[in-house]
C-alpha cells in the first residue's frame, strides 16, 4: 500500500515525505477526507442522484470589507487554490439530537487565533519613556578622545576607560497562575513578548505566583514552573537596585481577599518599585478582589522603592495632607494609562494622578468567610443576574456566542472581532466571568497541553438561544465555519487532487 501512495504524493508534488510528514497525512485522510466508492460516471451517463449526506457549501462573502479576523488568516495561510484545480469540500455534519449529558463529538483541530490585544504596537510605544540608559556600574569601554588627549599631554599611553551606557531597569515579570487566570494566558504571552521586544530592560526574569486554594498561602517559583521548588519572596528583588517588579492578575483569586498577595506587594515595595498591571478594564475593579484608592504620587528621584515615594489625597488640601501608606500603582492594561504610569515611574518629577493599593491595606490575617449553603439558581435567575450586571455590548455577546455548544477564549474572540466590532476586551471577560460558563477541560489540562473549554449552564444556551434571530445564529456559524476552511483547504488541496487522479 505504500509503494503505491507514494507514487500518487509525488504526482502531487509531495516528493519524498519524512516518516513524520506521512504519518501526518495518512492521519487527516483518516478523518477529514471523505470517501467515495462509487465507480466513475462514464461519458453520457446522467449523473446519480443526489447522495444522502451532501456537503454544505463554503459561503460566499458578500461585497464589502471581511471580518476583522477572517482576512489576516487567509494571508498567513497561504495563497488560495487556482481556479480549477480540485479542492477540499468541507462540510459540518447533520443535525442529530443529542441526548443530556453526551460528550460532544468530534476532534479537536487548532488553527491560529487572532492576536488577544490588538493594540499592541500602541502599548509597546507607551512604555518607551523606560527606555532610557544610564552609566553602568559593572561594565567600561575604551574613551578614545581622553586616551589621545591624555597621550598628547602627558606623553603616556595608557587606555581611559569610562562607564558604558545600559539599560536602566531590570524587570521582574511577576504572572498570577491562579485558576481565573487561565483565560488570559494569550494576554500574559503576548505582554512577555512585548517586553521583550521593546529593548528597554537590561534583564527579564519571569515568576509565577502559585497560591493555595483558599488564598491564604502564595508560593513563588520562576518561569517554567513545573517540578522546580518553590522560591523564597526575596530572590525576587535585585540588590544592586534599579529593577522593576510588575505583577501581572486579574486579581480575582482568593490570594487578594485574604492580604496574602498584599503582604508580597508590601515586602517587595520596601526594596523596588512595584507596579500591578490589571488584566481587566476599570470599570470590572470594583467586582473583583481589590478596589484601588485614586491617589496623588510625587517619586523625588528616579528608581527609588514605593516605601520612598510621596502620596497624598487628591480630595484633601495640601495642608490638611497626612501619610495613607505605601503606594502600589494599578495600571490598566490601555495604552493611555500605561503612557502615564511610565512617564510617572521615568521620573518626571511631578504629582502625578494614579490609581493605587495603599499598603498595608488589609489585616495580617483575614478572618475566614463564612460558608453559606445556597440553594442552585436556576436558568431564569442566572441570567436575570448576568443582564443586570453586565453592558449591553456583554449581553448582546453573550447572545451571539451561545450558538456554539463548546467555547473557547480564542474562538469567542473571533465571534467578537468580526460581528461586533464596538465591544473591548472588558466586554469578553464580563461573560466568561459572569457565571453563566462553567469549565469544560479545568486550568490544570489546559497547562499541560489542552485547550481550556466552557460551555453554558444546564438550560441558560437554550434561552439564550432562543432569543436571538435565526441570521444572526447562522452568521456565528458561517463565521466559524468560513475560518476552518481557510485553514484547511490550502493544507489539503494536494491530497484532494491526488484523490482525483
Known sequence: MISDLLPL??????????????????????????????APERAGTPADTAPPSP?????????????QSAEPHRKRHGASVPDGKPVLD???????????????????????????LPNTLALTRALKPLTRKVASRTVFELD??????????????????????????????????????????????EVQHDVV????????????????????????????????????????????????????????????????????LTDWARHSQVAVVHLLPAALWHRVGMTPSPTLVHIPRSGLPNSRWQVADPERAPAERVPMGVPVPVVELEPGPLRGWAEMTAGSGRWARSSALLLPGVPTSAPPRPVTARARATAQDTIRRFRASSSPAAWRLAGLLSARSTLTVPVARLIQR??????????LAEVFLGGILRRVVEPEEAHMGAQLAFEFQPEVREALLGAQFRDDVEAVRELVRAEVTAYLKPRFAVLAASRGR
Open 9 to 38: 504524493l509525488a504526482r502531487g508534488g509531495v516528493d519524498d515525505p519524512t516518516p513524520e510528514e506521512l504519518a501526518d497525512i495518512l492521519w487527516l485522510a483518516q478523518r477529514v477526507l471523505t470517501l467515495d466508492h462509487r
Open 55 to 67: 456537503p454544505l457549501p463554503v459561503p460566499a462573502q458578500p461585497p464589502g470589507p471581511e471580518p
Open 90 to 116: 468541507l462540510h459540518l455534519p447533520a443535525n442529530v439530537a443529542k441526548s443530556p449529558g453526551e460528550a460532544t463529538t468530534g476532534t479537536a483541530l487548532d488553527i491560529p487565533a487572532a492576536a488577544s
Open 144 to 189: 578614545e578622545e581622553a586616551t589621545v588627549t591624555r597621550l598628547v599631554d602627558e606623553h603616556i599611553l595608557l587606555p581611559v576607560l569610562r562607564p558604558a551606557p545600559t539599560r536602566w531597569l531590570s524587570l521582574a515579570l511577576v504572572v498570577d497562575c491562579g485558576p481565573s487566570m487561565s483565560l488570559w494566558r494569550d494576554e500574559v504571552h
Open 197 to 264: 521586544r521593546l529593548g528597554a530592560f537590561r534583564d527579564i526574569r519571569r515568576w509565577n505566583l502559585l497560591p493555595s486554594p483558599d488564598g491564604t498561602t502564595v508560593g513563588l517559583r520562576p518561569h517554567p514552573a513545573a517540578d522546580r521548588p518553590e522560591r523564597h519572596p526575596r530572590e525576587v528583588v535585585d540588590p544592586a537596585g534599579d529593577q522593576l517588579i510588575l505583577v501581572l492578575s486579574d486579581t480575582v483569586g482568593a490570594m487578594w481577599r485574604s492580604g496574602a498577595a498584599h503582604r508580597l
Open 418 to 427: 468580526a460581528l461586533l466590532h464596538d465591544s473591548s476586551r472588558g466586554d
